[in-house]
């Protein structure tokens, strides 16, 4: 079970449940290691940014309605008084790798190139 403790944001557009520091969180960063080790011997651009592990929350590029109000960053005073809240815990179950370029049509979410389910 991962902790989840916070929330946090990248550049005030994407809100996200911040992952509470412990060997679940160490665990998936070693794996986030291990893929782009994996992923540049293989000669595959991949994310340069460091890894975050994170829940998503809201994210206003996926809503055309904030978008249309010409909102581009969620006010900070929305969240900072949660900010360090312990907010509860969440059972990983599977990894998926995404394409950050495409979406599902359907969805509208990343396209899912990959599945990685837990026992």
Same mark, same amino acid.
Request: with cysteine; net charge negative.
């Given at each position: 079970?991962?902790?989840?403790?916070?929330?946090?944001?990248?550049?005030?557009?994407?809100?996200?449940?911040? $992952?509470?520091?412990?060997?679940?969180?160490?665990?998936? %960063?070693? $794996?986030?290691?291990?893929?782009?080790?994996?992923?540049?011997?293989?000669?595959?651009?991949?994310?340069?940014?460091?890894?975050?592990?994170?829940?998503?929350?809201?994210?206003?590029?996926?809503?055309?309605?904030?978008?249309?109000?010409? $909102?581009? %960053?969620?006010?900070?005073?929305?969240?900072?008084?949660?900010?360090?809240?312990?907010?509860?815990?969440?059972?990983?179950? @599977?990894?998926? $790798?995404? @394409?950050?370029?495409? %979406?599902?049509?359907?969805?509208?979410?990343?396209?899912?190139?990959?599945?990685?389910?837990?026992?």
């Amino acid at each position: 079970m991962a902790k989840i403790e916070g929330i946090g944001h990248f550049r005030d557009n994407v809100l996200f449940a911040k $992952l509470c520091q412990d060997d679940h969180k160490s665990r998936l %960063t070693d $794996l986030a290691t291990r893929l782009r080790e994996e992923f540049e011997s293989l000669q595959v651009i991949g994310e340069t940014r460091p890894f975050t592990p994170h829940m998503t929350i809201a994210k206003i590029s996926q809503s055309k309605k904030l978008r249309n109000m010409y $909102l581009r %960053t969620f006010p900070r005073e929305l969240w900072t008084d949660v900010e360090f809240d312990s907010i509860g815990v969440q059972k990983v179950e @599977s990894i998926q $790798l995404l @394409s950050m370029q495409t %979406t599902d049509p359907q969805s509208g979410y990343y396209e899912c190139l990959a599945e990685f389910h837990f026992d």
